[in-house]
């Protein structure tokens, strides 16, 4: 699976959108890209896939760049409660159902 | 029912002990996960189940032993483990049917071991 780059921290102002990046520059053509976050002492939770189109759910957006090399996941109106660990993973859908976790990036929302 | 159940939240064990973590889901997921985490760090892959048969072992050590009874239990057996085995271990099912695995991953909330 190829591997994401992501900032290892950002703060986020309550009630504005939060813009989370992430790089994966040698991402294949069978390769999805995964969002999940974990929010401290809970298991980590789902919050969106994409292919190759932008991607939209009552959580977030994901906007995937045209040659998918990047990513972004939008949270529209950033809460309190959004403080998390945000993971970017790439991984193949379905088949060895391998997903592995990078270091994520700890998103704190102010308010 | 979309929740991922683990037992017991927290165990205390001596390394001479001999105890088990179980997992439990009733979403009819085929694939069933155990991960490994560690304080500040990302969780790491251990063990994945396919249709109750072992695909994925990541070269995990033998003090860890999984088991899938069946297709809504996974359960962890821990025997002589060691202080630096004390981490949070999370299970995760997905649906794992080929084409219709989105890849979604639903995790329970995890068993607190440590090891004295």
């Known amino acids: 699976d190829a591997k994401t780059t992501q900032p290892t921290s950002m703060d986020c102002a309550e009630g504005r959108a939060a813009n989370l990046p992430c790089n994966h520059s040698t991402i294949s053509g069978n390769e999805y890209v995964y969002w999940y976050r974990q929010i401290h002492s809970q298991g980590p939770q789902y919050i969106i896939h994409g292919l190759k189109n932008n991607e939209t759910n009552e959580m977030a957006s994901l906007i995937i760049t045209e040659d998918r090399k990047s990513s972004t996941l939008i949270l529209p109106h950033a809460t309190l409660r959004d403080t998390a660990v945000y993971y970017c993973?790439?991984?193949?859908?379905?088949?060895?159902?391998?997903?592995?976790f990078g270091k994520g990036n700890q998103v704190v929302v102010i308010p | 029912d979309t929740e991922v159940t683990q037992t017991p939240k927290h165990l205390v064990m001596g390394m001479t002990n001999k105890k088990s973590l179980k997992c439990e889901q009733h979403m009819g997921h085929r694939a069933m996960y155990w991960y490994k985490q560690k304080a500040k760090k990302p969780p790491e892959l251990m063990f994945v189940?396919?249709?109750?048969?072992?695909?994925i072992n990541e070269s995990v050590p033998s003090r860890f032993s999984p088991e899938c009874p069946n297709s809504s239990l996974l359960n962890l057996h821990l025997h002589a483990l060691q202080p630096e085995d004390s981490a949070l271990y999370l299970c995760?099912?997905?649906?794992?049917?080929?084409?219709?695995?989105?890849?979604?991953?639903?995790f329970g909330e995890g068993s607190r071991l440590t090891v004295l």
């Open positions: 993973i790439v991984r193949v859908a379905g088949g060895n159902n391998r997903l592995a």
């Open positions: 995760a099912s997905s649906q794992g049917y080929g084409g219709r695995d989105t890849g979604e991953l639903f």
């Open positions: 189940y396919s249709y109750e048969k072992l695909s």
